[in-house]
């Protein structure tokens, strides 16, 4: 069921001219996989992008957002996903509390400001009423490594495998633009160019699901630990160092605001 809607939603992009790996036949299964087969995307990805490119990005997922504007309703959620700003499923699906206690074992000192900041981005979130916020297609991984160019120009718009309904405030923060001013830039002199320009809500959502995402990462670290053992820790360590960073900067809200 994912793969389908993955491909439903490659198609509408394709319709719309984008260069995606269009699937060409059904998808077959053999034992415990599963094969596709796709049209072939030349390029290939940046390992570094300038600021002018960065610019392009966020200028190209403005209008990725607007052409995919009107499919949202045809093709609903994906199927068990769920959006950015649900901790409570994040945690439900990472097994949470369990992947703490195994973090505890081995970096004891990650665990309190990853709870702390638990905490925090969750009252954030609720302030900003990002559960409120208008849903689109979202890319859910629009990054520089998931662009390919060819002669200079953009050739290919690949890795579709965690699109699903979200808010463009979302989709911005899993495609890095909150931490890259020239993403975010281009993005919003797009949007405004398009007749879509974020709106105030959608703006002030930008860092908390930037954090949101942050503790997604750890999350999906945590589970690994647990069922396979590993755990990429200096990782995690980066997550938390930018999350302590938004917790302290964030609104005091000792008042009860």
Known sequence: MDVEYEAAVMRYAADAGWPV???LRPSLSSGDRLFSLHTYLPGRALSVEAAAQQHRRGVLLARLHHDLRGHASEVGQRPSWFV???LEALR???EWKEGLDALRGIRPALVAPVEAAMASVQLDLT????GALPATLAHGDFTRW???YSAGTVSGVIDWDLTHLDSRS???AMARATRNRAVLDGYREEAERLGWPLSPAEE???APLDAAMRLGIIGWELLGLRHAGEIDD???ERQVQRLTAYVATAPNRADGA
């Open 21 to 23: 790996p269009v699937p």
């Open 84 to 86: 950015l700003h649900d």
């Open 92 to 94: 439900a699906a990472v």
């Open 127 to 130: 302030a900003v009423a990002a």
């Open 146 to 148: 998931n662009l390919l």
């Open 170 to 172: 979302a989709d911005l």
């Open 204 to 206: 002030a959502a930008l």
């Open 234 to 236: 200096g990782f995690v």
